[in-house]
């Protein structure tokens, strides 16, 4: 699982604003009140890595995302997703621009790791499939459906685990394929305009892909491995005073700040390692991610 938290260089809450700095080589960031006067030490944040505003997307990718999308072609499921408050910049890191080629972001990017492995393998069959679909106001909707606004409902089985029923999936053929797959599926998401972003995503996106690999095994039969890779773009955290949200907005920010904060229960109890229960079933989102977040 990968996480990139998105942050603006001058970041506000109520009346105070802070500016913040990245420092790539130390994982550090600091954030300091250019209200405070001198004396007032900044506050530093460490992670695993950190990127300064002229960071190539490239090296974003490298460095967060491609090591999972090669599990995924190993045969393992994992998540990536961008989270941060409205504005901040998820959607680029996620998706970029299709030109030039150094402005495409993550998705576009894993696009090309797979395909470039699936062309170059040897003596191996590959089927890819892709799907696409947003959680608005915890609704499921199939955004590759020829009617996107209908609910869908999320099941399980034993084989399957946590699924969505009639969930629209098209096998892909190479990174051309699969790019026209979610350019058809972006038509679709529920976006509105809040006094942060005149564009803003209302909604969590997931798109899906499924990479199922067969070999030969050393007895002379066949074993079939698959993978799945979930992109998430989360939609962002805001507040009401900020925005200006009312009305439709109103409600689905409030939904929107729900399903992050039940996200983030969910990864506070899998870090933690003690708890006996993790709240996956506490909104669609980590319902639908769970066995990318928990799982193998």
């Known amino acids: 699982m990968c996480l990139i938290r998105l942050y603006n260089d001058l970041m506000c809450c109520g009346s105070m604003c802070?500016?913040?700095?990245?420092?790539?080589?130390?994982?550090?960031i600091t954030m300091k009140n250019p209200r405070a006067d001198a004396s007032e030490a900044p506050k530093n944040f460490t992670f695993?890595?950190?990127?300064?505003?002229?960071?190539m997307q490239i090296d974003i990718y490298n460095t967060c995302a491609a090591s999972v999308v090669e599990s995924v072609l190993n045969g393992y499921n994992g998540t990536i997703f961008a989270y941060g408050q409205t504005g901040a910049g998820k959607t680029h890191t996620m998706e970029g621009r299709p030109d030039p080629p150094e402005l495409r972001g993550i998705i576009p990017n894993s696009f090309q790791h797979i395909f470039d492995y699936v062309?170059?393998?040897?003596?191996?069959?590959?089927?890819?499939?892709?799907?696409?679909?947003?959680?608005?106001n915890?609704?499921?909707?199939?955004?590759?459906?020829?009617?996107?606004?209908?609910?869908?409902?999320?099941?399980?089985?034993?084989?399957?685990?946590?699924?969505?029923?009639?969930?629209?999936?098209?096998?892909?053929?190479?990174?051309?394929?699969?790019?026209?797959?979610?350019?058809?599926?972006?038509k679709n998401r529920s976006v509105g305009a809040t006094l942060m972003n005149q564009t803003s995503?209302?909604?969590?996106?997931?798109f899906t892909?499924?990479?199922?690999?067969?070999?030969?095994?050393?007895?002379?039969?066949e074993k079939i491995r698959v993978g799945k890779l979930n992109l998430v773009d989360l939609a962002g955290?805001?507040?009401?005073?900020?925005?200006?949200?009312?009305?439709?907005?109103?409600?689905?920010?409030?939904?929107?700040?729900?399903?992050?904060a039940a996200l983030g229960n969910v990864i506070s109890a899998l870090v933690d390692g003690k708890s006996s229960h993790i709240p996956y079933r506490d909104s669609k989102l980590t319902r639908l991610l769970q066995n990318s977040l928990g799982g193998n």
Request: hydrophobic share 35%; aromatic share 6%.
């Open 138 to 186: 915890e609704e499921i909707r199939d955004l590759l459906s020829k009617n996107p606004k209908n609910k869908l409902d999320l099941k399980e089985d034993i084989d399957s685990g946590v699924y969505v029923k009639d969930l629209t999936s098209f096998v892909v053929k190479n990174a051309t394929e699969i790019d026209h797959v979610m350019q058809a599926g972006k």
């Open 119 to 136: 062309g170059s393998a040897e003596s191996q069959q590959f089927l890819v499939r892709a799907s696409y679909l947003e959680i608005y």
């Open 201 to 206: 995503s209302r909604s969590h996106s997931i």
């Open 18 to 28: 802070s500016a913040a700095e990245a420092f790539p080589k130390t994982g550090l």
């Open 209 to 221: 892909i499924v990479v199922e690999c067969m070999e030969a095994d050393p007895t002379g039969g």
């Open 237 to 260: 955290s805001e507040r009401q005073g900020k925005t200006g949200a009312t009305g439709d907005r109103l409600k689905e920010a409030t939904k929107i700040n729900l399903s992050l």
């Open 48 to 55: 695993d890595s950190v990127f300064a505003a002229d960071v």
